[in-house]
């Protein structure tokens, strides 16, 4: 069983930043991927960064250039630093893990940006 558990987020300016951590349970050597995903209020989940066990990036388009996401394999943690945030970037973020097939969620952590 993997256990997720995010932290970092909170309030922050518009041109601020932050930076989430996601701590796993287990070893996320062998997981396929892990990675964020935020959901705002009205809008579905959308997907906004992933890093693959052989530390292979993507972002979404709308974070391209301002977020980065790294892990730590010795710590169990990915991480998500995020800089010039826009207000838009508000949400609920949620990290996940693949493993063995399963995908397997964190509790989310809200980070709000005020204009």
């Known amino acids: 069983q993997v256990q997720l558990v995010e932290s970092g987020g909170g309030l922050v300016q518009a041109g601020g930043s932050l930076r989430l951590s996601c701590a796993a349970s287990?070893?996320?050597?062998?997981?396929?991927?892990m990675g964020w995903y935020r959901q705002a209020p009205g809008n579905q989940r959308e997907l906004v960064a992933t890093?693959?066990?052989?530390?292979?990036?993507n972002y979404a388009d709308s974070v391209q250039r301002r977020f980065t996401i790294s892990k730590d394999n010795a710590k169990n943690t990915v991480y998500l630093q995020m800089n010039s945030l826009k207000p838009e970037d508000t949400a609920v973020y949620y990290c996940?893990?693949?493993?063995?097939?399963?995908?397997?969620w964190g509790q989310g952590t809200q980070v709000t940006v005020s204009s």
């Open positions: 996940f893990a693949d493993r063995f097939g399963i995908r397997h």
């Open positions: 890093i693959t066990s052989g530390e292979t990036t």
């Open positions: 287990v070893s996320i050597f062998r997981n396929n991927s």
